[in-house]
């Protein structure tokens, strides 16, 4: 069994982007700068965004967080993302989620401009990358391909089971890995909350993606031997024992499923890293005028 230590690869791709930006720099190009919203007052929510804008420091971006209580209103909201959008110093923003249940969160993504879109949220963005065209992927599957990739595991040919049909993480993820490309070129399952039985489905996949935020919800008689399993599960569950009164606990019983990986990701330190580091590829990727021109 192989650990796919998102940790790792994570500073790998973020030292990639430091040395990249270092360069820009040199050659006095612009820098790339990403804005980040926050509404309210989420543990998890804060704990992410200030991940991110740490990570920019640490690799040379320029960054902006915009707070607001969570009584704001969504006019006020669309306004700020008008702004963010005509501002020729922000490459790309995200507007972090879920907000509150006053604000419709489908017309704020939809007011993002698709071109500083670098959550890839919005229905430019996933349209494009269903069709194949160039688009910002989001940085959850996106993370994903890059643990793949990085690994060297074959994925040609074999049957990729994903759990959880969210806009952000499951159905992008059965989209990119039925694609012909690597790593692709998989017999897809998309299973949620309406599949008849689960464990028939996940004990015939060569590779396991769940993100459903159910701790434990994969055990060890549900995975085939060999198998590779993807855990994009990060729930709070509270640990007496730990200064902050909680630990991450994802989707999948590892320590019974682990024995029987061929790779497996472990929660804390596999997806979630990986998904800051794609976030950061997407903003590079915008200021550079990669994607849209
Ligand atoms: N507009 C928007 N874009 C997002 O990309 C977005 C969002 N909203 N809302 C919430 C989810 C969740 N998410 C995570 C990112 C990093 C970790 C991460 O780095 N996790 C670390 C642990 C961090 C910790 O200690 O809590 C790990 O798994 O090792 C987790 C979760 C991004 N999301």
Known sequence: MTLLDGKKTSEAI?????????????????????????????????????????????????????RYEDTVTEEELLNKIKELNEDEEVDGFIVQLPLPRHIDTEKVIEAIDPKKDVDGFHPTNVGRMVAGLPAYLPATPAGILQL??????????????????????????????????????????????????????????????????????????????????????????????????FRLRGDVDFDSVAPKCSYITPVPGGVGPLTIAMLMMNTLRASKKEVYG
């Open 14 to 66: 973020q030292n990639e982007i430091a040395a990249e930006v270092a360069a820009i720099k040199a050659k006095g190009g612009k820098v790339p700068h990403l804005a980040a919203v926050l509404v309210g007052n989420d543990g998890g929510s804060i704990t992410y965004v200030t991940n991110k804008v740490a990570t920019c420091e640490r690799i040379g971006f320029g960054s902006s967080l915009i």
């Open 148 to 245: 793949l990739m990085r690994y060297e595991i074959e994925t040609k040919g074999k049957h990729c089971v994903v759990i959880g049909r969210s806009n952000i993480v499951g159905t992008p993820m059965s989209i990119l890995m039925s694609k012909s490309a690597y790593p692709g070129n998989c017999t897809v399952t998309l299973c949620h909350r309406h599949t008849t039985d689960l464990a028939y489905h996940t004990r015939q996949a060569d590779i396991i993606i769940v993100a459903v935020g159910q701790p434990g919800l994969i055990t060890a008689d549900m995975v085939r031997e060999g198998a590779v399993v993807i855990d994009v599960g990060t729930t709070r569950v509270p640990d007496a024992s730990r200064k902050s009164g």
